[in-house]
């Protein structure tokens, strides 16, 4: 289990690969993000992005799942917030994405001594090494427990 | 359809309605965050929330399909990100949650004239209308063609 304790400012890590196909894609967006360039292969052709892209809480969902697999099990008590999410460039189908973790900042808390406050940058590269998606993850995390 | 030439700042409506059950809860967590607090109901008992909460991205997830579902069809032609989301009070099962939406700010492009960027706050309130969650969404919207 990784604690408050456990966090870095300055440390960066890379967490985990996904790879990305194009009936993930579709069954998210058919449900949560219906846009013509996220579940149409034919009309995405004719949008903005030649093709058919992830949807941005599809991008989400992935980082926060690569997060909990491949990280050690974090005591997280909360998340906060998210901030500077950015859609850099499309996620596409047969992407492999992958997942870096910066973290940015830890401060204890001023209200409770068993706890504090841990900022990270998220980063989503594709396989060419472009940036997919960025933000910056808040969460209040548990200090570790005196035994 | 509504373009960009139709947000006005300062603009303010409810969208929508979402009726959050358990089941969807924990089938959204399962794969995507499978916390304890989001996916078991006895374990989210022991959490600092009491009891079992929606995910975050699951949240975003339903603040992007009511988007769709109710507002006129908008011109989107990218979505560029989400600021300052923060998770204010837990979305529980039964809850029902309204989505509010407020135009922040409409900016025309300064390299394409067809298009604009506008930033609306979106506000995710519970029946008893207590805030559940809040971001600002800025969306590239397409201008009203010329016939």
Redesign the interface.
Known sequence: MKYFDDFFPGEVEKVGEYHLNQEEIIEFAL?????PFHIDPIDAKK???SGLIA???HL???T??LL?IFQPKVA????????????LEPARPGDTLSIFRECLEVRPSTSKSDRGIVRNRLTLKNQKGQHVMSLVATALVAKKPFY
């Open positions: 449900k949560w993000d219906p846009q949008s903005v992005f949807a941005g809480p989400l969902a992935i926060v799942r909990g997280v008590l909360a998340g906060l917030g998210w901030d500077e999410v950015r859609f």
